[in-house]
């Protein structure tokens, strides 16, 4: 994570220089549009959720106390604006008609498709980030600030705000929920 | 060792973070059970899955979508549409148009979009601090999200241009002394109804052509940057159209006398 190069566009975009806010989003719009992706996996919400989060960072600037703590309170935001699409969207049925979403159903197959053809079919990507959207929020969060971001323990439990034993057990149950949806594909 | 304690050790055994003793009892159990034998090369390959998924290429229009929100939801919406709850043909009675600037004032200083505009109304120290010409906060520099969309008609760069709207005067006009940073808000809201865009692109060549500052924040909205002198020609021009002003004592030439540029906002409907 480029902090120091953080912290000075931070300072800059605070000191009115709007291009530095244009660079801050060059450089983690990928990071958080692929947190977005996810959390809630298609894309255009991915999209419209990224946005979202970088419109409250133009916002909330000032709220930041610390310009060298930008990576963590970026992704604080971010999993909030996460959290609070997520709720919406299932509430409005979004994730309804993906069984994936139901921790007791596995892997959504089509009808009369084997695990072994359906594994073909699809590719191995998709299936996991299937699988890995589909679980628990809180399952999910630790493994795409983990596995997906690499972040470190001790990054994850400053955003979380848990301590480090608990983001290590959690991730260790997030894993081997993920491992229970896809080992009928390995 | 029980098969679930086994598990729970997975992730440390993938980390190489477990302790001699640990290491020992896990790897022991592993190799006495088939079952977490089973479950942990799974894991494995389900964590090597993961690990080794691609990050996808963000949207290209991400970044614009964002300028796009902010221009949408930001405080000139939320100022003008205070602006247009009032009838500003009619003459607005002082302690009224403090109030209203001090609304306006309070969103276009606002960070948070949540907190509600009652809050906003107990700052008229600001606003007499502003009709001068002075700093509104001095900690807080120009970071109105309008800014970002600014678009010149001079042809200047667009770092020049953005610096310089950001200082609120024109880079030509702008006194060499004069680096104080100002708050980019409107001194002026101009709102012109009823007008077909012929009218519009007459009204911005106008501008331009007096020599002032014409910067496109949308496709209705427009910032004029004019020195506070030729405020009388520039109301000379609204004259050919059907508009409002904001506030009342902005129809009156001296409006802002002792400042040297004025700045206009400009919404046509
Ligand atoms: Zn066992």
């Known amino acids: 994570m480029p902090y120091q190069e953080a912290a000075q566009l931070v300072r800059a975009f605070r000191q009115g220089d709007q291009q530095a806010f244009n660079r801050l989003v060059a450089l983690y719009q990928r990071k958080i549009y692929n947190l977005a992706l996810g959390y809630v996996k298609q894309e255009d919400e991915a999209k419209d959720l990224a946005q979202d989060i970088f419109v409250t960072v133009f916002r909330q600037i000032d709220k930041l106390k610390d310009e060298s703590k930008f990576g963590a309170w970026l992704y604080q935001l971010a999993m909030n604006h996460c959290r609070n699409r997520y709720q919406k969207l299932r509430r409005r049925g979004f994730f309804s008609n993906q069984s994936l979403d139901d921790t007791e159903t596995g892997l959504n197959l089509s009808s009369g498709a084997t695990p072994e053809k359906e594994y073909e079919r699809q590719n191995t990507s998709r299936l996991v980030r299937e699988a890995i959207a589909s679980l628990a929020p809180a399952e999910k969060e630790v493994i795409l600030l983990r596995d997906l971001q690499e972040l470190s323990y001790e990054e994850i439990s400053e955003i979380l705000g848990l301590p480090m034993g608990t983001v290590k057990s959690k991730l260790n149950r997030a894993r081997l929920a993920l491992k229970n949806r896809l080992k009928h594909f390995l | 060792m029980q098969c679930t304690e086994a598990q729970t050790l997975f992730t440390d055994f993938a980390d190489n973070t477990l302790g001699r003793e640990e290491l020992h009892v896990l790897t022991d159990h592993l190799l006495g ?237």
């Open chain 2, 33 to 269: 059970c088939q079952t977490c034998a089973k479950e942990w090369r799974e894991f494995q390959q389900i964590l090597s899955l993961v690990r080794n998924l691609e990050t996808q290429t963000p949207p290209a229009d991400l970044l614009p979508g964002i300028h796009a929100k902010l221009a949408q939801r930001g405080i000139f919406d939320r100022a003008w549409a205070l602006v247009k709850s009032l009838n500003f043909s009619l003459s607005i009675p002082a302690a009224a148009t403090i109030f209203t600037l001090a609304m306006l004032a309070g969103f276009l200083l606002k960070t948070s979009p949540l907190e509600p505009p009652a809050a906003l109304s107990s700052r008229p120290a600001r606003i007499s601090a502003k009709s001068h010409g002075e700093v509104l906060t001095p900690r807080r520099l120009p970071i109105a999200p309008n800014t970002m969309f600014a678009v010149s008609h001079d042809g200047g760069s667009r770092n020049e241009l953005l610096a310089s709207l950001a200082q609120t005067a024109p880079t030509t006009r702008r006194p060499a002394a004069d680096h104080t940073p100002r708050l980019l808000s409107p001194d002026i809201h101009v709102l012109i109804e009823k007008i077909d865009h012929e009218s519009q692109v007459v009204l911005c060549r106008e501008i331009v052509r007096h020599n002032w500052q014409l910067h496109r924040i949308t496709a209705n909205l427009f910032l004029v940057h004019l020195p506070q002198a030729e405020l009388g020609n520039f109301h000379e021009l609204l004259g050919r159209h059907h508009y409002a002003l904001a506030p009342a004592a902005a129809a009156e030439a001296r409006f802002g006398y002792g400042k040297t540029v004025l700045t206009a906002a400009i919404r046509f409907e």
